[in-house]
């Protein structure tokens, strides 16, 4: 593959709702340019892009995945996405490498939950986005119908230049309204044509709104299109490029990937109107001085990690897409992020897992380096002399929580060292020690995500792990006051064991977990001893003494006692304290506390009823609803739900909402449970404890 400058590089994201035939696409477009001999079709699980076991298992695409290809003197960096909603970290790494979304829509599906994603992530990112109608040969197509979808849905800004002839069965070619020509496709074959007279209605209307789009933008076409005259080719296309790359037009293609009926003309299209890579100006923070700086492509290198892959064979692999400057083998590469310095070896780009050299690459490429010891996804890469750093990507928060054991017993360094590993691949897959449960939780997207971390984990580490029920951090309290004595005697030859004190326990209102008073007169309690006493009550309490969770909010107080002048001692005065508390908390009227979230759940106001009657079931309280302050249709429902009602939640609020729902929680409070769940979770740590 020949080097290009920055101006003739498009660098492109493939982003669709999970089906509508995305990596088709990239596939029909890779053959066209004849990066590839040829593509399998999706049913028959010969995906190129789609590589990894699962994701021939499945049929789906599991990780991002590029794709580079030549076509009449530019170069195109396609990034083929997930389109199930569990894999989004994958697209929104992607983002972070592209210049323009080309969204795939199913011409017989419509808009559906992801394809409305895919719009939003360029609007946030203010990306300029192109969509695909693809499947025009299933039964069921409606590419008019898309469009009506599209525009209810995404305002008027869609804008088709082509329209198709025909519909399913009978789908056989597309008319270019901006040329106003058409080409036919026969025994695999395109073949130019006039438009057909039946069709010159419609291709002529939407001409007329392409031309009003065209002039929207720019004061002279404007004028000119007022004054009735019709715009150049030139004009049209230059008006409707500008408003794409300011977000007011979104081109709308047409066609069948499978059958490859569309894609030379997408391809010209994407080259046409998509930003090319020397548009790209990023804002970064200088680290020296943490003073923000416009990084034009012409500056000195920077390059950034967007994606990092584990190979058994290659090790780690390092996506990196160049945003300024050039990037040679041999050089040095400034790691700005973890300040380190690495020599650069090889790096190659990659078609599906074939790996192609590269010796040279300039801003815009997308390369791969392996063998990085220090990089990490959402790295910047730099020299020292430029050390400009670039914000990491926000990864979606996962909010699937599981505990998991190794099924081998002694395996448990083994599981950390597989997760700790598939965790610097994915992101949204996060790892942690649980000290007071003793467990390792794994949170993640949802049970597709964590069955593909757990056969990845066995396919790829040789270890398999086993679920277990997630460690609820309950805490013990005190509702009554009481006074109580502990006393620690014990004679057995030679010096013997005395402690002895008065205690009053009560519950504290501070918010404080433990308050300790000593109110000892008269030495009643040597001074020496008092420590020993409080060190006594603190480590009964973390122990818990209902159902063994640490008490909280409890205030004691030292009130009297007594001690032997000889068989006193540090130890008998802590014992002393601990049974105090044993015999006096089952009378000061004890309660069993759980943790409460706030969570915040965003759908579309026709499940709104769902969700809140779901949350009554969960013991949760709704605090109101609201309207989502940048999307009119949906809403938000606010409540407070215990953190043991919530497990599963991600995968119950997809179903209730046919995946248009999302939610996020974070921690409110401690707040006392019902006798009744009281009495469960007792007899849960009853049994654990015979067990």
Not at 238 to 244: A, D, F, K, N, V
Not at 596 to 621: K, L, T
């Amino acid at each position: 593959m020949k080097e290009y400058a920055s101006d003739k590089i498009r660098n492109v994201a493939v982003l669709s709702h999970d089906g509508a035939g995305k990596t088709a696409v990239v596939e029909s477009l890779l053959l066209a340019c004849g990066a590839v001999d040829a593509v399998g079709v999706g049913k028959d699980n010969k995906h190129i892009m789609d590589f990894e076991p699962e994701e021939i298992k499945r049929n789906v695409t599991i990780q991002l995945g590029i794709a580079p290809c030549e076509w009449q003197g530019y170069k195109l960096n396609f990034i083929d996405t997930p389109g199930y909603s569990e894999f989004c970290g994958e697209v929104r790494a992607a983002l972070r490498a592209a210049d323009g979304i080309l969204m795939v829509v199913s011409a017989d599906a419509g808009v559906e939950m992801d394809t409305e994603r895919a719009w939003d992530y360029g609007v946030e990112l203010q990306l300029p986005r192109m969509i695909y109608v693809n499947k025009m040969d299933a039964e069921n197509a409606d590419f008019f119908g898309c469009l009506e979808k599209m525009r209810a849905v995404f305002g008027k800004s869609i804008m088709p230049l082509q329209i198709p002839i025909g519909e399913g069965n009978d789908f056989r070619g597309i008319i270019d309204v901006c040329k106003m020509i058409a080409w036919e496709w026969k025994n695999g074959k395109a073949e130019e044509i006039k438009v057909p007279a039946e069709y010159m209605p419609k291709a002529r209307e939407v001409r007329e709104m392409c031309m009003e789009a065209a002039a929207e933008g720019d004061d002279e076409l404007l004028e000119k299109y007022l004054e009735g005259e019709e715009l150049t080719i030139d004009e049209l296309r230059q008006g409707l490029r500008q408003g794409m790359l300011t977000g007011r037009v979104c081109p709308v293609m047409c066609g069948s990937a499978v059958h490859h009926i569309g894609t030379t003309e997408l391809l010209g299209r994407l080259i046409r109107y998509m930003p090319d890579a020397s548009q790209k100006v990023m804002m970064g923070t200088d680290k020296k001085t943490g003073e923000p700086v416009m990084v034009y492509p012409n500056k000195p290198f920077t390059g950034f990690v967007f994606k990092t892959l584990i190979d058994p064979f290659a090790g780690k692999l390092s996506y990196v897409r160049i945003f300024s400057g050039e990037l040679k083998e041999g050089n040095k590469l400034y790691n700005v992020t973890q300040d380190t310095e690495e020599k650069l070896g090889k790096m190659f780009t990659l078609v599906g897992k074939e790996q192609v050299p590269v010796k040279e690459a300039i801003a815009g490429d997308i390369v791969v380096i392996p063998k990085l010891a220090h990089a990490r996804t959402g790295d910047t890469f730099a020299t020292a002399e430029f050390p400009v750093e670039y914000d990491p990507i926000r990864f979606p928060n996962p909010l699937h929580t599981v505990a998991m054991v190794p099924e081998k017993k002694g395996d448990e360094e083994k599981l950390m060292t597989a997760l700790s590993k598939i965790s610097e691949e994915d992101p949204t897959c996060q790892v942690e020690k649980n000290a007071e449960g003793k467990q390792i939780l794994v949170r993640c997207m949802g049970d597709v995500h964590l069955e593909h971390i757990m056969n990845k984990m066995e396919r790829k580490y040789g270890v398999k792990g086993i679920l277990e029920p997630v460690y609820i951090p309950y805490r013990e309290t005190i509702n009554g006051v009481t006074e109580v004595e502990g006393k620690h005697k014990k004679q057995s030859g030679g010096h013997g064991q005395y402690g002895h004190v008065k205690l009053k326990l009560e519950p504290l209102t501070n918010g404080e977990d433990f308050e300790f008073v000593d109110a000892i007169f008269g030495g009643a309690v040597p001074r020496q001893y008092i420590p020993a006493v409080e060190k006594g009550v603190k480590e009964t309490l973390e122990k818990g003494l209902i159902a063994g969770y640490p008490m909280i909010h409890v205030k004691v107080t030292l009130e009297d006692g007594s001690y032997h002048p000889v068989d006193s001692s540090e130890m008998a005065f802590k014992v002393a304290a601990a049974l105090a508390l044993k015999k006096g908390v089952p009378e000061a009227k004890p309660a069993i506390l759980e943790p409460v979230y706030n969570v915040d759940v965003i759908v579309p106001e026709e499940y709104m009823g769902d969700v809140m009657g779901d949350f009554s079931g969960r013991r949760g309280r709704i605090l109101g609803m609201e309207h989502h302050p940048s999307h009119k249709n949906l809403i938000v429902v606010k409540a407070q739900v215990p953190l043991a009602e919530m497990s599963g939640y991600v995968t119950i609020l997809r179903s209730m909402t046919q995946g248009k729902g999302t939610f996020n929680m974070s921690f409110f409070d401690y707040e006392e449970v019902p006798k009744k769940t009281m009495d469960e979770i007792i007899a849960a740590s009853q049994a654990g404890k015979e067990e």
